[in-house]
């Protein structure tokens, strides 16, 4: 179409630069609101400058910010009319060119404003940092480790509003176990932040806070740091890879191999992350514990323990240089299973990369949703309780999830009966299953595994496969 009028691309960046300083100035007010609780300031000048800095910080969130932002959605509407008027034959000229001078001009001071005010806001921690330093550790702290909880609980809340507004939105139920363990986890943050706002005391309770991977480490089978590793020639293999990833209760690991051709060509990365490592209800260093468990299995979906694998996932194809459509699958045990479903149903972790299969085993993994690009094998025993633990992803009216074709679900024999959990759940008990169901051509993972699905991450006759570790940790 001909264009008359105003130009509607201009008008555009000015509303995002106006986007931008209401953006800007949030964080500034956040800023100067930390630092100012953050001095220990008594008495009746402390009380006064803090009640008048609430009314200031009041106006400014409640005002002054949104009316930038309505400002900026003003300008969007404009040029919105703009392209219906030019496409009509109508001209604008004049007065629009003043518009966007007008809002041109107030985003540029509004950006240099808060771009000064920042300035002032680093002088004063700064300032104040000096002071601290030489406060006791657990003095110097408090506000930030205050912060960190508040912002734990504050996401284990949101994910329980964020069922709600599902509910009354898009009329989507929320889950048995989601909603069960939404609650507690919420609860203990809640407990948490109150026990060190009020005595100082740290207690780390179900604060699973994000996740980090340091660089992969080759591994050379059969050499110093080898936990166990073989090249993948069947599912079984990779099983073994992943239960031998399991380290040291205080040291989380996750395992990372490239299967390559006989041209060392890639063909396929296997993901091997291993289930809970740590019992205590106490977060530590690593993720593979109880607290991610419970993240895991809440409402987000999410935990340090998925932030560190596909941090871990990603410094692997980035220091390899391996293209980004190289097939990727995800095995994982137990709540290495919920991780590795986690992913796959992530957008953002299955743009990234190309997540075609997913392998789970005595994992609870029917709560997660189904990426339908991806191929999806879980594996149970009967007996084992553990991937009961989602109820069958129920709601909260006992409705099961719809089933995707793309998801094959294998029930085993048990090696214990009912009363056996440990035996029934056993990573090794599992390698032993998949190892003799494989055994059996007419079993359901013999045809699974030559159905070709798995070719891409199976050493063939000519291939080989390059094996890493890379340590993951927390921090909270």
């Known amino acids: 179409m001909s264009f008359q009028g105003m130009d509607p691309d201009q008008v555009r960046d000015q509303a995002e630069g106006l986007r931008t300083a209401a953006e800007r100035l949030g964080e500034v007010l956040d800023r100067l609101d930390a630092a100012t609780h953050a001095v220990e300031w008594r008495g009746p000048d402390a009380d006064s400058f803090r009640e008048n800095w609430h009314v200031v910080r009041s106006q400014g969130e409640s005002v002054v910010v949104p009316g930038i932002r309505d400002r900026s959605g003003e300008l969007e509407r404009h040029a919105e009319e703009q392209d219906k008027a030019s496409s009509n034959g109508d001209s604008g000229g004049g007065f629009w060119d003043g518009v966007v001078d007008f809002f041109s001009g107030a985003a540029e001071k509004i950006s240099d404003f808060a771009s000064g005010v920042a300035g002032v806001v680093d002088w004063v921690a700064d300032e104040i940092g000096e002071q601290i330093a030489g406060w006791p550790d657990d003095l110097r702290d408090y506000p930030g480790i205050l912060l960190g909880n508040l912002q734990e609980l504050g996401r284990s809340t949101t994910g329980l509003l964020g069922m709600a507004a599902d509910a009354v939105m898009n009329g989507e139920w929320p889950r048995l176990t989601e909603l069960g363990v939404g609650l507690i986890d919420a609860g203990l943050d809640g407990i948490n932040t109150l026990v060190h706002a009020t005595t100082g005391l740290d207690l780390n309770l179900a604060d699973d806070g994000t996740g980090y991977a340091d660089a992969p480490q080759q591994v050379e089978l059969g050499g110093p740091g080898d936990p166990g590793y073989v090249d993948p020639h069947s599912l079984a293999d990779i099983i073994n890879n992943t239960n031998a990833s399991y380290g040291a209760p205080e040291d989380g690991q996750v395992g990372l191999t490239v299967v390559r051709d006989a041209q060392g060509n890639p063909t396929g990365v296997i993901a ?149 959990p440990g035996d029934n759940h056993s990573s090794g008990e599992y390698h032993t299953t ?43």
């Open 272 to 420: 091997n992350i291993p289930g809970t490592e740590q019992w205590s209800p106490f977060a530590s260093d690593n993720p593979m514990d109880l607290s991610g468990n419970a993240a895991q299995a809440g409402p987000n979906g999410w935990s340090a323990g998925s932030e560190a694998t596909a941090d871990a996932i990603a410094q692997l194809y980035s220091d390899l240089d391996l293209p980004p459509g190289t097939p990727l699958m995800l095995n994982g045990h137990s709540q290495g299973g919920m991780i590795a479903s986690s992913l796959a149903g992530d957008p953002d972790f299955s743009n990234q990369f190309n997540v075609t299969n997913v392998m789970t085993y005595g994992s609870p993994v029917q709560n997660y949703p189904v990426n339908s690009g991806t191929d999806y094998l879980h594996i149970q025993h009967g007996n084992d309780l553990v991937p009961k633990i989602d109820a069958g992803g129920r709601d909260i009216f006992l409705n099961p999830p719809v089933v995707s074709p793309n998801v094959t679900t294998v029930t085993a024999d048990s090696p214990g009966g009912i009363f056996s």
């Open 434 to 476: 998949v190892t003799e169901q494989l055994a059996q051509n007419g079993s359901q993972l013999h045809q699974y595994q030559h159905s070709g699905s798995v070719a891409d991450f199976l050493v063939g006759d000519t291939g080989y496969a390059d094996h890493y570790v890379s340590d993951v940790h927390r921090n909270n």
